[in-house]
C-alpha cells in the first residue's frame, strides 16, 4: 500500500529537548516536504527536498533543521525546541513536477512545554 | 509568488443541503489547483485537482470544481451533504514557486443533522 508513515503520532516535551519526527514513504517519490499546520493558517511548508543530499527552506524554517540521506527518509529535527513550536506537522512526498498530487502522512501533535 | 485565500473558516450547514466552499488563489504562470480533505485526527487526502482541459473538475465522493480563470477561482461544491462530510477542507495551488505547494487557510465544513 502507497503510504507516507510519521513517528510518533503525539509527542510531549520539554523546552529545549531535541528531537526528531520521522517520515518515510514507499512511492519513490524525489519530493518531500513539512509543513506545520495552526488553526486559521492552513498549512505552511517548513522545508521541502527535491532528492537525495538536496534541501531547502521553505516559509517557515526557522528552529527546524531536515536532512534526505536516503530517497525515502525524511527526519525533521528540533534542536532546541520552544513553545511556539507547538503545533501539527505532516510530512508530504510528491513525484516531481508542478501537477503532480501530493501524498501526507497522518501528522505528529508536538506540544512543548 | 503564489498564494491561495479561502474566504470561509467555517461553513455550518444542515444534512442533505447543497454546499460551496469558496476558494480564490493568485499567481503569476499557469496553475494547477487542488482540493484536499481532512477528516478528524487523519492527514490530507486528496478530493480532486485541476490540472487542464475541462473546466468542471469531478472529484471523490460527489464533491466537484470549477475553475474561473478570469475570477481566478476554483470553488468547491456539493449538491447534497452528509454528515460524514463534516472535516477541514484545503485549497491548495501548485505552478508557480517550483514544486511547492501552497495552501489556503482551510474551511471547517460542519454538517449539522
Known amino acids: 500500500e502507497a503510504q507516507v508513515t510519521q513517528n510518533p503520532r503525539y509527542l510531549i516535551t520539554v523546552t529545549g529537548k531535541k528531537l526528531t519526527v520521522t517520515c518515510s514513504q514507499n512511492?519513490?517519490?524525489?519530493?518531500m516536504s513539512w509543513y506545520r499546520q495552526d488553526p486559521g493558517l492552513g498549512l505552511r511548508q517548513i522545508y521541502y527536498s527535491m532528492n537525495v543530499e538536496v534541501t531547502d527552506k521553505g516559509d517557515v524554517p526557522e528552529g527546524y533543521k531536515v536532512s534526505r540521506k536516503e530517497k525515502r527518509n525524511f527526519p525533521l529535527i528540533l534542536e532546541s525546541p520552544s513553545p511556539n513550536q507547538t503545533s501539527l506537522y505532516f510530512c508530504?512526498?510528491?513525484?516531481?513536477?508542478?501537477?503532480?498530487?501530493?501524498?501526507f502522512g497522518q501528522g505528529t501533535r508536538l506540544t512543548v512545554v | 509568488a503564489q498564494s491561495v485565500t479561502q474566504l470561509d473558516s467555517q461553513v455550518p450547514v444542515f444534512e442533505e443541503a447543497p454546499v460551496e466552499l469558496r476558494c480564490n488563489y493568485s499567481?503569476?504562470?499557469?496553475?494547477?489547483l487542488f482540493w484536499y480533505v481532512q477528516y478528524p485526527n487523519q492527514g490530507l487526502q486528496l478530493l480532486l485537482k485541476?490540472?487542464?482541459?475541462?473546466?468542471l473538475v469531478k472529484g471523490i465522493n460527489g464533491f466537484e470544481a470549477e475553475f474561473n480563470k478570469s475570477q481566478t477561482s476554483f470553488h468547491l461544491r456539493k449538491p447534497s451533504v452528509h454528515i460524514s462530510d463534516t472535516a477541514e477542507y484545503f485549497c491548495?495551488?501548485?505552478?508557480?514557486?517550483?514544486?511547492?505547494?501552497?495552501f489556503g487557510g482551510g474551511t471547517r465544513l460542519m454538517v449539522k443533522p
Open positions: 485541476y490540472l487542464s482541459g475541462s473546466t
Open positions: 499567481s503569476s504562470v499557469s496553475v494547477y
Open positions: 491548495a495551488v501548485s505552478g508557480d514557486a517550483g514544486n511547492m505547494l501552497t
Open positions: 512511492m519513490n517519490h524525489e519530493y
Open positions: 508530504a512526498s510528491r513525484r516531481q513536477g508542478v501537477n503532480t498530487e501530493a501524498f
